[in-house]
């Protein structure tokens, strides 16, 4: 492979990748969800802006024809991940500040997604394990429907989950016993 594209093959190819198989910063599970999370919002334009440097590479490039079988499939998905890596960002514009989405209490975590915005809203409680070093690891617990305004606890081995909906004032339990860090 010619020199000149590899760079621009990589701008490209790495962002994608990323996106579609690493999660959240770069996969990593270090300090909180929350913060990955964040972190994750932050590389979004830096991802955009490495796409689109090696897009411009890449159409720059003089390649010969044997090339541009590889070139051509490239510079497509590249605007692809562009365009959504452009829609991400000014949806996160719009949107704001997602803390309201991450909740964690001891060694319980709570992800809202959806928040009511648009289609059926779902709480994923997790069960956090950290170790020595600081990286954690998430244990799907439940995915529950829209609870409203809700607080939640740790009481031995249940989850108590304290919510208030349309209908009024409930609280569910959740066992805890298959949960634990050792």
């Known amino acids: 492979m010619k020199k000149s594209l590899l760079i621009p093959y990589l701008l490209v190819i790495l962002p994608l990748l990323e996106s579609l198989f690493l999660g959240n910063a770069l996969g990593l ?6 913060l990955m999370h964040q972190i994750s919002v932050y590389l979004i334009p830096v991802k955009l802006l490495l796409t689109l440097a090696g897009l411009k590479l890449l159409l720059k490039a003089d390649a010969p024809p044997v090339f541009n079988y590889l070139k051509i499939p490239v510079i497509i998905v590249g605007a692809l991940h562009s365009l959504m890596l452009t829609l991400v960002c000014f949806f996160y514009l719009l949107l704001g500040s997602t803390a309201q989405f991450h909740r ?10 959806d928040a009511g915005a648009m289609g059926k809203s779902y709480h994923y409680f997790s069960y956090i394990c950290r170790d020595n070093y600081g990286f954690y690891t998430l244990h799907p617990i439940a995915k529950l429907d829209w609870l409203g305004e809700f607080r939640f606890y740790q009481k031995e081995n249940l989850l108590m989950i304290e919510h208030t909906d349309y209908y009024g004032e409930h609280e569910k339990q959740l066992d805890l016993t298959a949960f634990s860090c050792e």
């Open 29 to 34: 599970g270090w300090n909180s969800p929350f």
């Open 104 to 113: 964690e209490n001891g060694n319980i975590y709570v992800y809202t997604s």
